[in-house]
């Protein structure tokens, strides 16, 4: 909150403007990117091992803007569950696997965002109904005063979509093909693919929570 002085000598409070995250999300939050020393913990895209239990994935994207354009200093966050289907609150590097994840998209060569981590197992829903496999995203870029809040559904799930609450409040098969990631299998890896549309032709479905 910013003070302002009052006629009267006191201080009055008014909400700060909002901001976009600028030029310079990088230099606090991806210090890989930005060129900077690493601090000795740092929260990155790496999510889970080798040992972590589960089918170990990448995720992949590239985050793209109204002209159809690469947002090369886009910042995503992940938030996901375990092969369980438990969420891992607690960060730490010496466990298999973490919940919260960081990328980046950088100038550079092909700009994409990406994630070594697990499959998440099934979680309920607020009213109890199971969702389908899923990960949580959420876009930082300029431009974007508060961050957009989206989620990643797997193409080789069509069962539990289909039945899946979330995914199903999203009336329109077309939109909902949105959050939708394509499974790839390259140099023996498993990848899902999603590319995050912010406006125009196939934006991405982005919720309000």
């Known amino acids: 909150m910013s003070?302002?002085?009052t006629h009267e000598g006191g201080l009055l409070y008014r909400e700060t403007p909002s901001q976009t995250a600028g030029p310079y999300v990088h230099i606090g939050l991806a210090l890989d990117v930005a060129g900077l020393p690493l601090r000795d913990e740092e929260i990155w895209s790496r999510m889970a091992a080798p040992e972590a239990e589960g089918e170990l994935i990448e995720l992949v994207g590239t985050v793209i803007d109204g002209n159809g354009d690469p947002v090369r200093d886009a910042f995503i966050e992940a938030w996901q569950a375990d092969a369980?289907?438990?969420?891992?609150?607690?960060?730490?590097?010496?466990k298999p696997f973490n919940s919260f994840g960081r990328s980046a998209t950088t100038a550079d060569g092909d700009s994409e965002w990406s994630f070594t981590t697990v499959k998440p197992g099934r979680v309920p829903a607020a009213n109890g109904k199971p969702m389908a496999p899923h990960v949580c995203l959420a876009v930082f870029a300029r431009g974007i005063n508060i961050q957009?809040?989206?989620?990643?559904?797997?193409?080789?799930e069509a069962e539990a979509n289909a039945?899946?609450?979330?995914?199903?409040?999203?009336?329109?098969?077309?939109?909902?093909?949105?959050?939708i990631a394509r499974r790839e299998e390259a140099?023996?890896?498993?990848?899902?693919?999603?590319?995050?549309?912010l406006q125009g032709e196939g934006e991405t479905v982005f919720f309000d929570f």
């Open 3 to 5: 003070q302002q002085p």
């Open 148 to 156: 957009l809040n989206t989620r990643l559904y797997f193409d080789d």
């Open 84 to 94: 369980n289907g438990d969420f891992q609150p607690d960060f730490d590097l010496q």
């Open 163 to 179: 039945a899946c609450p979330v995914l199903n409040a999203v009336e329109s098969p077309a939109r909902r093909e949105t959050l």
């Open 187 to 197: 140099d023996g890896k498993v990848r899902y693919r999603l590319d995050i549309r």
